[in-house]
């Protein structure tokens, strides 16, 4: 199981291996007012992981590689001020920072918790919800264990076959590095990650709010906006959930930044890239430089590499209407260098994610289907309004009820902080409004892109889901200037009515926290526990690039939809099918192969396996070893037993049999 100890010690190495260079880098790019301090966990991380991912095609990915590499970024972040001029480099804000960077620390806590197993006195182990997408930690440790990328699929490869991976897999990528500096496994980098995504996203929403009103108080009141979670609990003790239910859709994962962190910490890092990105826009606008356009390009590459939905389709909208903006501002002068500049940086940011790109196209022409994006509101309203209105009214309900309800603190106090500071032109540096303009327009793109587009590659509008992040960043920062404003003024009032809602929102943040913490017990936990020693005797018998196949739909209660979790958390070997949950995100098949493989080992691992159904696994799907346990159906009536397509390596009595091919798997005995 993952180590506490081994998680802590990941975390600590992660923050020098992009805490330094984002300092770095920071005090290299970004003007003197900017907090380098506090965006030094986004950047770095941004930055070293971009830098290695391009390097290692070449190189390859090793614990030397990585040192090396991160090192070359040390020493050349000061060549980045090239054509800065004389300007002053970045202001750290250290002391003034230091408690809200120690508050976004406890609460980057809550999203780790969720990764960790919980250990019941009864020896069951316990897991928390949002452990179910993290079932990718699987890919973490096939980059950390073959070094090589881009990395082979671990998932699916016809025929034993390597194959390729089409998801956007920077985050894992950067997980990896983790466990080749540490020795963790795949399970406990993932949660370290976890815990660097949150923190590296609240710090920065901590440096907004320091930017737009340099105050200890500012940072500390954006992070309880940003901690603030959304009306539903409240509204479901006050007027019933059935009744809540009938007016409004149930939750969706449109949610605050530590919830969507919970689940899926690669969206949050890519959302931290595109705020990232809109500022160094800002900036450019004024002081362009060639440095500044490298970094950029950086960026906005993590963006994509990250999350296809956030830093793909929402940073090319959003992030684009945030550059028209800055680019038809006054003055004229200083305009054309920007836009030449900004336009490099997009083209070395399409240079740079090329390889995904194409791998993302290939695979999606492979799987068929129609466009992966439509246009369609995204559903608000519940069944006590008719359906033919809900089309017309899901739209002002998005803008009118969805968001102050999901988002109380950031929706309105944020909202009505940018419009405070728009009005606060006068007095103002130049670079401080710019920001604000360029970061309201992401907001409102973000926004718009989560209200009107509905991703279709999945079974989740996760489109729709993610695009808000770089928004909920945003407003964050703007929320907590805002009421630090105000109350300096003391403005009771108001200052009144902005504590109102961020405290309306914390039970539904404390119910996150307490589920995360706790978990939730099931019936397959204490077989679960156990399974630690039975993945050993797998890697024992099977090498490192030979496909194991397993029951996918054992341990299914172990979280409330099922997924292969016992293979994705501990096996660190390849499967030669994973499951339609995993293959879903992974594997480039079309729906009628990916049930066809399901009804397949399914079949098999229930005993009713045939000879024909064990040629087909180790032909066509290059299962090079097998494992039968006490849970499946097989154990009772085994096809291995008796096929000449695999013999028995290792039996531990009443527990499991694991089996390996007795001729090299995709070809014909």
């Known amino acids: 199981m993952a180590s506490s100890v081994h998680i802590l010690f990941s975390v600590l190495i992660g923050l020098v291996l992009w805490c330094g260079p984002g300092w770095l880098v920071a005090r290299a790019v970004m003007s003197h007012r900017a907090p380098a301090v506090a965006l030094a966990p986004a950047l770095g991380w941004a930055v070293q992981n971009m830098a290695v991912l391009a390097l290692a095609p070449v190189t390859g990915l090793s614990r030397s590689t990585i040192l090396l590499i991160t090192a070359l970024v040390c020493v050349g972040a000061p060549l980045l001020r090239f054509g800065r001029g004389a300007l002053p480099t970045a202001h750290t804000g250290f002391r003034i920072l230091l408690p809200a960077l120690a508050i976004a620390a406890l609460l980057?806590?809550?999203?780790?918790?969720?990764?960790?197993?919980?250990?019941?006195?009864?020896?069951?182990?316990?897991?928390?919800?949002?452990i179910y997408d993290h079932a990718?930690?699987?890919?973490?440790?096939?980059?950390?264990?073959?070094?090589?990328?881009?990395?082979?699929?671990p998932v699916f490869g016809a025929g034993g076959a390597p194959g390729v991976i089409s998801y956007y897999y920077l985050w894992h990528f950067g997980a990896a590095q983790l466990v080749i500096l540490t020795g963790a496994t795949g399970w406990e980098a993932d949660a370290a990650a976890t815990f660097l995504s949150a923190f590296a996203a609240l710090a920065l929403v901590a440096g907004i709010a320091f930017r737009l009103r340099p105050s200890v108080m500012a940072p500390l009141l954006a992070l309880a906006a940003a901690a603030s979670g959304s009306l539903r609990p409240l509204l479901a003790s006050l007027f019933g959930s059935a009744r809540v239910e009938q007016l409004i859709e149930p939750a969706t994962g449109l949610a605050g930044v530590l919830y969507q962190a919970s689940w899926s910490p690669h969206h949050v890092a890519s959302a931290s890239s595109v705020v990232l990105a809109v500022w160094m826009l800002a900036q450019m606008r004024a002081r362009p430089s060639p440095g500044a356009a490298v970094v950029l390009a950086l960026l906005i590459a993590a963006g994509f590499d990250s999350s296809l939905w956030v830093g793909g389709v929402t940073f090319a909208l959003s992030g684009g209407a945030a550059a028209l903006v800055l680019a038809i501002r006054r003055p004229a002068e200083g305009r054309g260098r920007f836009v030449a500049l900004a336009t490099a940086a997009g083209l070395g940011a399409g240079a740079l994610v090329a390889p995904i790109l194409l791998a993302q196209l290939?695979?999606?022409?492979?799987?068929?289907?129609g466009p992966p994006i439509r246009i369609e509101p995204f559903a608000v309203l519940g069944p006590a309004f008719p359906a033919g209105l809900r089309m017309i009214l899901d739209i002002p309900a998005y803008w009118l009820l969805l968001l102050p309800i999901e988002f109380p603190a950031i929706a309105l106090a944020g909202a009505a902080g940018f419009l405070m500071m728009r009005r606060r032109r006068h007095g103002w540096d130049t670079d401080r409004f710019r920001l604000v303009s360029a970061l309201g327009a992401l907001s409102l793109g973000a926004f718009a892109v989560s209200a009107f587009l509905v991703s279709t590659a999945g079974e989740n509008n996760d489109l729709g889901w993610r695009a808000v992040l770089p928004a909920v960043l945003a407003l964050s920062g703007f929320a907590g200037a805002a009421i630090a404003a105000v109350l300096q003024r003391r403005r009771w009032l108001v200052t009144s009515a902005a504590a109102l809602l961020i405290t309306a929102g914390l039970p539904d943040s404390v119910g996150l926290a307490t589920g995360n913490l706790h978990g939730v017990r099931s019936i397959d936990g204490r077989t679960f526990a156990g399974d630690p020693?039975?993945?050993?005797?797998?890697?024992?018998?099977?090498?490192?690039?030979?496909?194991v196949a397993s029951n996918p739909g054992r341990l299914e209660k172990l979280t409330p939809w099922p997924i292969n979790l016992s293979w994705a958390l501990l096996a660190r070997r390849r499967s030669c099918f994973a499951g339609p949950e995993m293959a879903l995100a992974f594997a480039p098949l079309t729906p009628q192969q990916r049930t066809q493989a399901t009804d397949l080992f399914a079949r098999v691992f229930d005993g009713a396996g045939t000879p024909a159904d064990l040629a087909l696994l180790h032909q066509s799907f290059g299962?090079?070893?097998?494992?039968?346990?006490a849970q499946d159906g097989a154990w009772r009536n085994d096809p291995f037993a008796a096929s000449p397509l695999f013999r028995l390596a290792q039996e531990e009595e009443g527990r499991w049999r694991i089996y390996v091919a007795t001729a090299q798997p995709g070809t014909a005995p």
């Open 623 to 629: 299962c090079g070893a097998a494992v039968v346990t």
């Open 533 to 547: 020693a039975l993945w050993a005797a797998v890697r024992r018998e099977v090498a490192a690039d030979v496909r």
């Open 362 to 369: 290939h695979v999606a022409a492979m799987r068929g289907g």
């Open 136 to 153: 990718k930690i699987a890919l973490i440790d096939e980059i950390a264990r073959h070094g090589v990328v881009p990395p082979a699929n």
């Open 108 to 130: 980057a806590c809550i999203p780790a918790a969720a990764v960790l197993p919980k250990s019941g006195a009864d020896g069951a182990i316990a897991l928390a919800t949002p």
